[in-house]
């Protein structure tokens, strides 16, 4: 087991955990933040295809795709998770695996409490540090890229 503490990000949104579960999985392409890509032409369209196995990755406006990871959970409306295959130099390596799990649950009819945990930082070696630095940044990190989600999924 690592030392190494996982990135955590908690917000409650104004939604049912279906309807969050949903705007998070299906919809992620209406609240993607479009400076988060890691293409080499600026982002037209970020999938999340659904299932175990299904495909995370960010389609470019030059055709073509940039992979993230997969899902490696797929339990609506309560959890998932996900294969984070970015390493610290910002490209895709299938062999690199770090882990991004999102739980919905429900704290009143209309209300929900998402939990996003990035997790095996460890991974990272060396480059840790800097890496945790920057996706547990407020302003471009996990709180912001999930403020993004929380403002669609309220809507």
Do not use: N
Not at 109 to 132: F, M, N, Q, S
Not at 143 to 154: E, K, N, T, V
Request: with cysteine.
């Amino acid at each position: 087991m690592s030392s190494v503490p996982p990135v955590r990000k908690e917000l409650v949104v104004a939604a049912t955990a279906e309807h969050a579960f949903q705007v998070f999985t299906d919809g992620i392409d209406r609240w993607w933040p479009r400076r988060h890509h890691i293409g080499s032409s600026p982002l037209k369209r970020e999938v999340l295809e659904p299932g175990v196995g299904g495909r995370w990755y960010g389609l470019s406006e030059d055709g073509t795709e940039c992979l993230i990871g997969k899902v490696l959970a797929w339990e609506p409306p309560r959890r998932l998770v996900l294969a984070w295959q970015i390493t610290s130099e910002w490209k895709y390596d299938p062999a690199f695996l770090t882990e991004v799990e999102v739980t919905f649950t429900a704290e009143g009819p209309k209300t929900t409490r998402v939990v996003l945990e990035h997790r095996d930082l460890h991974r990272y070696g060396i480059a840790e540090p800097a890496y945790r630095k920057s996706i547990d940044s407020p302003t471009g990190g996990w709180g912001f890229i999930l403020q993004c989600y929380a403002d669609m999924a309220a809507g």
